[in-house]
T-cell receptor, first 114, second 112 residues
Framework: EAGVVQSPRYKIIEKKQPVAFWCNPI?????LYWYRQNLGQGPELLIR????????DSQLPKDRFSAERLKGVDSTLKIQPAELGDSAVYLC????????????FGSGTRLTVV | QQQVKQSPQSLIVQKGGISIINCAYE??????FPWYQQFPGKGPALLIA?????SEKKEGRFTISFNKSAKQFSLHIMDSQPGDSATYFC???????????FGTGTRLTVIP
């Protein structure tokens, strides 16, 4: 069974440029998460989807970040425009609707803004 | 505000020794406490988890000890191996909310 697939693995962009990350969750997982992991820190939630609905986006910087999950499967996270402080690893995770099975994380996208 | 506090930041253990990582939380509504293992360039992977109705859970060489009254929990790795060298994160969540609050991580190095 394929795990959570993310692309690209690495991205280097200049500040003020746009960037997008893509995530394909595990088949059948209703819940999808985007986390941001700064260097030397634990992941922090940006947004959580239940199927197509964003049920928790309170930590998403909405002035520059946006996300979508069309048809309740794949998801895209976008930053426009990127700032130097956005450099981090962006992790996507998925889980069945019920808690207890645990999250499955993808390998992440390492973003460097120069 | 850090919801889950983790220590130590780094840990060096000899092969065969016991690795102990500690976490503390404040929110008494938390009712699910997983530990994740992360290797460089990979996402965190679920290692073991516990709910507050038990004080200990063991899976192979990994044990979680849970102290509800002290609001603390810890991960014990018995017979530590070089392959255990990784960063370990504790986390906590509330059933139904599903959002995980992670600690800051512990980088474990097991010396052969």
């Amino acid at each position: 069974e394929a795990g959570v697939v993310q692309s690209p693995r690495y991205k280097i962009i200049e500040k003020k440029q746009p960037v997008a990350f893509w995530c394909n969750p595990i088949s059948g997982h209703n819940t999808l998460y985007w986390y941001r992991q700064n260097l030397g820190q634990g992941p922090e939630l940006l947004i959580r989807y239940e199927n197509e609905e964003a049920v928790d986006d309170s930590q998403l910087p909405k002035d520059r970040f946006s996300a979508e999950r069309l048809k309740g499967v794949d998801s895209t996270l976008k930053i426009q425009p990127a700032e130097l402080g956005d450099s981090a690893v962006y992790l996507c995770a998925s889980s069945p609707r019920w808690q207890g099975a645990g999250y499955t994380f993808g390998s992440g996208t390492r973003l460097t803004v120069v | 505000q850090q919801q889950v506090k983790q220590s130590p930041q780094s840990l060096i253990v000899q092969k065969g020794g016991i690795s102990i990582i500690n976490c503390a939380y404040e929110n008494t509504a938390f009712d699910y406490f997983p530990w994740y293992q992360q290797f460089p360039g990979k996402g965190p992977a679920l290692l073991i988890a516990i709910r507050p109705d038990v004080s200990e859970k063991k899976e192979g060489r990994f044990t979680i000890s849970f102290n509800k009254s002290a609001k603390q929990f810890s991960l014990h790795i018995m017979d530590s191996q070089p392959g255990d060298s990784a960063t370990y994160f504790c986390a906590a969540s509330i059933t139904g909310a599903n959002n995980l609050f992670f600690g800051t991580g512990t980088r474990l190095t097991v010396i052969p």
